[in-house]
């Protein structure tokens, strides 16, 4: 099977996801700058509002042009089924699927074999057991992006506290060793790599939390409130402040503002070109 490669699918610096169930959320991410819209049916929906997402969504599937995904409900859940003989209806609809809570490659393939070939995968880590399994997951030739579940990882790790407005330096340092297994697994193998959403919505957590997802390499961030888009974006734009200028380099070491560079300083500035 031939992989998906990376330069054939488009990067996305911010993702919006927003409820299937809510026309009116819907209609206004639609309306939004962001680069790719996620149109949610699973944790964000009620499940006696899934019947109702399925049909939001199947009537802005096939009438709007915006780059979409749709999140399905996890493997393990009595919906998922539903969504996967609701989807394969809609199959030429939608960029992409993405897979949540996926915790070994076994279980990802189990969730494949329920779509089309052609379909591409978005797949969620969200499990102490997916970061373990993370390189293998990755691997597989028909994901062509990881994402990163915060909230439902803390869970799976056991971290008592739900308020992120009470998490120490002890948890952000641990979200921070997650991301970066899931970065260094995804580029690994050539697939894009997002961040996780930010649910405290005032400014400062997004440009720290942004900021660091960018700096460790992630490609982009899934974001859950319209607010969110400009301020990420410009986060991921924006020039890294006093960095070293290299672009009159063409090889082997030079001393540039008192630090020796080489070549492999070219390929990180390259990084900022994407």
Not at 37 to 43: A, G
Not at 59 to 84: C, E, Q, V, Y
Not at 109 to 136: D, H, K, W, Y
Request: proline share 4%; glycine share 6%; hydrophobic share 40%.
């Amino acid at each position: 099977m031939t992989p998906i490669k990376i330069a054939n699918s488009p990067r996305y610096k911010t993702k919006l996801c927003v409820p299937g169930s809510s026309q009116k959320m819907i209609a206004k991410a639609l309306s939004l700058s962001a680069d790719q819209i996620i149109l949610d049916l699973e944790d964000s929906v009620l499940d006696a509002d899934k019947s109702v997402a399925r049909e939001n969504i199947e009537a802005i599937a096939t009438s709007n042009g915006k780059p979409k995904a749709i999140r399905i409900n996890s493997l393990h859940t009595s919906h998922f089924k539903h969504d996967a003989a609701f989807l394969n209806e809609l199959a030429d609809c939608y960029e992409q699927l993405v897979l949540p809570k996926i915790d070994t490659r076994e279980m990802l393939e189990e969730c494949i074999r329920e779509f089309p070939q052609m379909t591409a995968f978005e797949v969620q880590i969200e499990t102490s057991l997916g970061l373990v399994n993370v390189a293998e997951i990755a691997s597989h030739p028909r994901v062509n992006a990881l994402s990163f579940g915060p909230l439902d990882f803390l869970a799976s790790v056991g971290v008592p506290i739900v308020s992120s407005n009470l998490w120490g330096d002890e948890i952000h340092q641990l979200l921070r060793h997650a991301l970066m297994q899931i970065i260094i697994a995804g580029h690994a193998h050539h697939k894009y790599v997002y961040d996780g959403p930010t649910v405290i919505l005032e400014d400062q957590s997004l440009i720290s939390s942004t900021t660091t997802a960018r700096n460790l390499g992630a490609d982009g961030k899934w974001l859950i409130h319209p607010d969110q888009i400009e301020l990420c974006t410009a986060i991921f734009n924006e020039e890294i402040g006093q960095d070293l200028d290299v672009s009159g380099m063409h090889g082997g070491s030079e001393r540039i503002s008192g630090q020796m560079v080489d070549i492999a300083s070219l390929r990180i500035a390259k990084n900022r070109e994407n």
